[in-house]
């Protein structure tokens, strides 16, 4: 017959003069109202917390008396009366289980220390998504550190660390516009050196103010490294000493102060982004606030990644070990899922604390989902073939082992075969279920914004660049088909094409020559080149009666400049004048992302909308313009007038306007196409207001290709144009 548990506990402890290792740190903490103790593990840089009674019990293993001994002499000092020798049994097989006892420890910690250090190498080298590299143990460094700046970790510190943020603030304030102007250039190829140059010096700053503070307060800094996550090179320091922190605001305190350094730098950046001309240190400088502020917002605050925003939500929360818990409450709300409602009684929520873990787990758990596809997905649009298989090898590292436990856990909670068969069917619901919302198409909205005009107000461009000579019409002036409207001069190609003819006659000639001498190979030879030269003639000639622009059709001749444009240089595809037709038209800007579904619906209906009036009638799109430009063709959609179209400082300054207008120097941040919607009759819209042209798309796709678009184009920006 087999002994009782706590039978078997009991004599296994019979005896014992059990005794802590040596280098165990302890610290009393309070956590949710109740006061804890948390155990260091020096060696193995691990933390564990227990209560007060468990801490008191084991302070006294010092290897001198037996567990019967120990327990005699807590019950008659009053510390607890109720120890029994099965409890002691217990934490003792705790305390063995994590590598205290010294009993232990002399024999199987270097080898437990050496084995973890090579798993954890192996899945650090299984997982080329996440790479970490230890560079050294920088404790020494960061002693001399902390002393030398002692003077400036204290208010006084502080203090200054707010002037200078309240300066930068100050600085940036009556330039916003600017900057958020410059901003539109982040992702240019030419800034992406200083991109990483700013990047870099953040993140060894960032990682150096966990280790100053964390010194500061006398805890040791063991390691620092690098981490390169989807090769993005990240820097850590190895600042888990503070956690055995008695006070949570020293432990929020060195959590936070890589963000006040990074705050710090962006700050002084903002100061000389302000004072300093258009150049290599005018681009640092922006790159440093943009980085140093709203980047380490979104990724090291952002408390759903184990970064400093987890910590300080943690220890603010006073809830130790957040996302082990939450993580845990996961799996038990998995459980009860595909197990039933006996795994769901552990599931439902009791009181403040398991609510606020079970909201972290399904938020955290959400996230982690959106990074990994996002990764994965990245990985795989820009490594191509080998990201694919980089991607599976990650997906193993990351998904392999917390699917292994949650297989155990479920195998023990399901116990008898006739329950997989529901455990089954509930798994094939819900994988058809994601694979309906993630794989089957379905069709979505697609609108851009426009100002109402007059029908067919076709823009005629110049496609050969000139000066205006001579302007025919004036703004409102109706013509007929063929009418001239534009007369441009181009010296350059008049000459050309003078040129062009001379070597056509000189090129004749030479024909002519040979045939006189009846050499028939050279005649062929010279007759040859002669009709290419005849093609060259005819494509120039036609070229510079471009420069006339008629009127494709009867029409109106629209535009408010027409008698300033005399002198005034137009670029080869410049708007030079709009000429419209009866009726109404709703012109519009759209996106480079959605112009393949504009294209693809031309001939269909759409809904048009005007801001504040909801639904205002329908459209149908019939013309899209082949080529985006960034040119501003309708101020009143830009943000300086209200619009939603951001702007930009424009690179090449427009030049030789006669009448100052308020987007001179701005350009689109982003290319636009230009795209016409014919109104129907009756929509009761007017000539210059803004509408909403939306439409469903006519190609459904799903969320998974929506993704994969996404971040192709998001990619794109990084991605060198192939020569």
Request: with cysteine.
């Amino acid at each position: 017959m087999t002994p009782p548990a706590e039978n078997r506990s009991v004599r296994e402890i019979d005896g014992l003069r059990p005794r802590l290792r040596e280098g165990l740190r302890f610290s009393i903490q309070e956590h949710g109202g109740r006061r804890v103790c948390v155990i260091e593990d020096r060696a193995a840089s691990r933390f564990h917390r227990v209560g007060l009674e468990e801490f008191r019990f084991l302070r006294s293993l010092d290897g001198t008396r037996t567990v019967a001994m120990l327990l005699a002499q807590l019950a008659r000092a009053g510390e607890r009366e109720t120890w029994s020798e099965a409890e002691a049994a217990q934490i003792l097989r705790w305390a063995r289980d994590q590598h205290l006892l010294a009993v232990d420890s002399n024999r199987a910690t270097p080898d437990r220390e050496h084995t973890e250090r090579a798993l954890k190498a192996a899945a650090t080298w299984l997982n080329p998504l996440t790479i970490k590299i230890p560079l050294g143990r920088p404790d020494r460094f960061f002693t001399r550190a902390a002393a030398l700046l002692h003077p400036l970790l204290g208010w006084g510190g502080f203090a200054l660390w707010l002037i200078v943020l309240l300066a930068g603030a100050a600085q940036l304030a009556p330039e916003w516009g600017r900057f958020t102007a410059d901003a539109s250039g982040l992702l240019a190829r030419d800034n992406w050196l200083w991109l990483a140059l700013a990047w870099t010096g953040l993140k060894v700053a960032h990682e150096f103010g966990h280790g100053l503070i964390c010194k500061h307060f006398g805890a040791a800094v063991r390691e620092v490294g690098a981490i390169f996550v989807l090769f993005v090179p990240m820097g850590y320091v190895d600042a888990t000493a503070s956690i055995g922190f008695a006070s949570k605001w020293r432990r929020i305190a060195v959590s936070c102060a890589g963000m006040a350094v990074e705050f710090f730098l962006a700050g002084l950046a903002a100061v000389v982004w302000a004072h300093s001309e258009p150049g290599t240190v005018h681009t640092i400088a922006h790159n440093v606030v943009i980085t140093g502020t709203m980047v380490t917002l979104l990724f090291n605050a952002n408390p759903l990644m184990r970064f400093d925003g987890y910590f300080i939500l943690s220890d603010l929360l006073e809830l130790p070990n957040l996302a082990t818990r939450g993580r845990q409450w996961m799996q038990r709300a998995w459980m009860a899922v595909l197990a039933g409602s006996r795994a769901g009684r552990t599931v439902r929520p009791r009181g403040r604390e398991e609510w606020l873990i079970a909201a972290y787990g399904a938020a955290s758990w959400v996230w982690q989902v959106l990074v990994l596809a996002g990764l994965l997905m990245g990985a795989s649009v820009l490594l191509r073939g080998g990201g694919l298989a980089l991607a599976a090898v990650a997906a193993i590292a990351w998904l392999a082992l917390p699917l292994a436990r949650f297989g155990t856990a479920l195998a023990t909670e399901v116990g008898h075969a006739g329950r997989w068969l529901k455990v089954a069917a509930r798994l094939a619901v819900l994988a058809g279920a994601t694979a309906a919302v993630v794989l089957v198409p379905w069709e979505r909205s697609v609108s851009a914004p426009g100002i109402v005009e007059m029908a067919e107000a076709l823009p005629l461009r110049a496609d050969c660049p000139g000066f205006v000579e001579t302007v025919r019409v004036r703004d409102g002036q109706e013509v007929a088909a063929g009418d001239l409207l534009v007369s441009l001069r181009n010296d350059e190609a008049a000459a050309q094409l003078t040129r062009a003819r001379l070597d056509l006659m000189q090129q004749e000639l030479r024909a002519r020559l040979a045939y006189t001498r009846e050499d028939v190979a050279a005649f062929q030879s010279e007759e040859a080149k002669a009709e290419s030269l005849r093609r060259t003639v005819a494509e120039k000639s036609t070229y510079l009666k471009t420069l006339e622009i008629r009127a494709p059709f009867a029409g109106r001749v629209t535009n408010r400049r027409l008698a300033n444009l005399s002198g005034t240089w137009f670029s080869a595809g410049q708007e030079v004048l709009r000429i419209g037709q009866a009726g109404a038209d709703v012109k519009l800007a759209v996106s480079e992302g959605d112009a393949a579904w504009f294209r693809g619906s031309l001939g269909k209906a759409a809904e048009v909308r005007v801001d504040g009036r909801g639904a205002a009638g329908r459209a149908t799109l019939i013309r899209m313009e082949g080529r985006a430009t960034r040119e501003i063709t309708e101020p009143a959609l830009t943000a300086i007038a209200g619009g939603p179209l951001p702007l930009r400082r424009a690179e090449e300054p427009e030049t030789a306007k006669r009448e100052p207008a308020p987007t001179e120097g701005y350009e689109l941040a982003e290319p636009r196409f230009t795209a016409t919607a014919r109104l129907a009759e009756g929509a009761g819209l007017f000539a210059g207001e803004t509408a909403w042209v939306r439409f469903k798309a006519v190609r459904p796709m799903s969320l998974w290709l929506q993704m994969d678009t996404q971040v192709r184009r998001w990619l794109g920006k990084f991605t060198p144009v192939e020569s």
